[in-house]
């Protein structure tokens, strides 16, 4: 899926890891590899709720929960935590120990839940942070600029490239786009993703869908279905109007992923 939907990472389903020879992790080398992994980042990182900001710190950490993207913990004295209310309610982590849960209240807004805090971690970096649920906040500002869905991986990188190969795809045995002159991009560990210029698709097929989708590294997404003579394939097709400046390259191209269209490079049907 390319992009990731609102609070909800998304990116491109089950991801495989890259190792240094370029070969294919399993998924699971990528779990034990980043099992309890904790960075610090030199950015400043702001959450906002409600209309006000609710942690301000230039000493983040990046923790990685899940094997393919990591999760702000923020140092105490740099959140309002005259803003938490406790629960008396814990989580357990195999990694972080006993999580104490507690809301984040302002006003009459409250984000249930919103707030985990491991004061007796078995990682002693943690003890002393707070974690904001990434979804729950308003919004998130990496120095001036706006992030969504999680924190920034540094070390995904996006690379975008023009290319001739020929590019094809077919959507229930009708070719819906062809083109010669495709970008193609290549993001760590995800399939390689064809964007296809406008005037090089059947734009007769497609329908705007009310689909909005964000991609930490490439923005915000929006998207088409394709009807077909054999019925409608619903918000198959995406474009960044304004990408990231990272992905600028395919600001109004067109992406048909491989997982729900037929795609063929170069006479080669790509595998779903």
């Not at 209309?51 to 094997?67: I, K, Q, R, S």
């Not at 004295?77 to 989580?91: F, N, P, Q």
């Not at 993703?193 to 869908?209: A, C, G, I, M, T």
């Not at 600001?251 to 063929?264: I, M, S, T, W």
Request: hydrophobic letters at 35%.
């Amino acid at each position: 899926m390319d992009a990731a939907t609102t609070g909800t990472p998304d990116r491109d389903g089950e991801r495989g890891g890259t190792g240094h020879d370029g070969a294919m992790e399993p998924g699971a080398d990528i779990e034990r590899r980043n099992r309890g992994r904790v960075e610090r980042s030199g950015k400043r990182v702001r959450a906002v709720f409600a209309g006000e900001v609710v942690a301000d710190t230039t000493a983040p950490l990046l923790v990685w929960e899940v094997p393919y993207y990591p999760a702000y913990y923020l140092p105490r004295e740099h959140v309002r935590t005259d803003l938490i209310v406790a629960t008396g309610r814990s989580r357990t982590s195999p990694t972080r120990g006993e999580g104490l849960i507690g809301h984040l209240r302002v006003g009459d807004r409250e984000a249930a839940d919103a707030v985990t805090e491991y004061p007796e971690s078995p990682l002693p970096v943690l003890r002393g942070t707070v974690r904001l649920d990434f979804a729950a906040m308003d919004a998130w500002f990496e120095e001036d600029e706006e992030i969504h869905t999680h924190p920034r991986d540094p070390y995904v990188r996006v690379d975008v490239l023009p290319s001739s190969r020929h590019v094809r795809v077919e959507v229930d045995g009708v070719t819906v786009a062809e083109s010669h002159s495709p970008r193609l991009l290549f993001e760590t560990n995800l399939p390689t993703r064809y964007y296809l210029p406008k005037p090089h698709v059947r734009l007769d097929l497609l329908e705007p869908s009310d689909r909005v989708t964000y991609c930490p590294y490439k923005g915000r997404a929006e998207y088409w279905s394709v009807r077909t003579g054999a019925g409608r394939v619903d918000d198959l097709v995406w474009s960044y109007p304004t990408p990231s400046t990272e992905s600028e390259r395919i600001a109004g191209l067109l992406a048909f992923p491989q997982e729900r269209a037929d795609v063929f490079v170069d006479g080669v049907r790509q595998e779903r």
